[in-house]
T-cell receptor, first 117, second 120 residues
Framework: KAGVTQTPRYLIKTRGQQVTLSCSPI?????VSWYQQTPGQGLQFLFE???????NKGNFPGRFSGRQFSNSRSEMNVSTLELGDSALYLC????????????????FGPGTRLTVL | AQTVTQSQPEMSVQEAETVTLSCTYD???????LFWYKQPPSRQMILVIR??????QNATENRFSVNFQKAAKSFSLKISDSQLGDTAMYFC?????????????????FGKGTLLTVNP
């Protein structure tokens, strides 16, 4: 079974531009989460989607947004890029269990390295 | 809100030796999961081991084991017989129990990580 894929793997943008990153979860996985990884702040949760709905959101400005499609693929968008948005953006997918079920592992993709100049 | 602290930014160990990575956390939850993730230089984050807070028995996965002290809110990772391939950044992470969040919480709270280098 193919793992989580993220495209593109590397991206260079300039301040003020916007960017869209894509994540394709493992087949059958319906939850997709996004994380930002920087040397200073470490790994921080951005948001999580399930059934095309955002269920959880981290403490990031409104410039960061996302969406999920009916096939569970997800995109995140960052508008008006700032230098501080330079980071590795990780996507993770997971099966979703019904209430009372056990934990399902989150599988991470390789990440998209975004550099803002 | 939960916090996860890893007090050792970097560690090194000789091949075949044992090393312990420390992690402490703070939460008011009684049910939760704790994890150790490994991120090798290739950047793919991999789950190493998982502990459910209601289980007193420490989790073990081959050469990896944890020392879970719930009262002390401590969750350390022991790597036995260290191998060169263990060289990576190791992250301790916390997740609220799914049942306590209505089955909808998939948010991981990570520590800042410990860079482990295994030397030949």
């Amino acid at each position: 079974k193919a793992g989580v894929t993220q495209t593109p793997r590397y991206l260079i943008k300039t301040r003020g531009q916007q960017v869209t990153l894509s994540c394709s979860p493992i087949s059958g996985h319906r939850s997709v989460s996004w994380y930002q990884q920087t040397p200073g702040q470490g790994l921080q949760f951005l948001f999580e989607y399930f059934s095309e709905t955002q269920r959880n959101k981290g403490n990031f400005p409104g410039r960061f947004s996302g969406r999920q499609f009916s096939n569970s693929r997800s995109e995140m968008n960052v508008s008006t890029l700032e230098l501080g948005d330079s980071a590795l953006y990780l996507c993770a997918s997971s099966l979703v269990v019904s209430l009372g079920g056990s934990y399902n592992e989150q599988f991470f993709g390789p990440g998209t390295r975004l550099t803002v100049l | 809100a939960q916090t996860v602290t890893q007090s050792q930014p970097e560690m090194s160990v000789q091949e075949a030796e044992t090393v312990t990575l420390s992690c402490t956390y703070d939460t008011s939850e009684s049910n939760y999961y704790l994890f150790w993730y490994k991120q090798p230089p290739s950047r793919q984050m991999i789950l190493v081991i998982r502990q459910e807070a209601y289980k007193q028995q420490n989790a073990t996965e081959n050469r990896f084991s944890v020392n879970f002290q719930k009262a002390a809110k401590s969750f350390s990772l022991k790597i036995s017989d260290s191998q060169l391939g263990d060289t990576a950044m190791y992250f301790c992470a916390f997740m609220k129990h799914l049942l306590d969040s209505g089955g909808s919480n998939y948010k991981l709270t990570f520590g800042k990580g410990t860079l482990l280098t295994v030397n030949p």
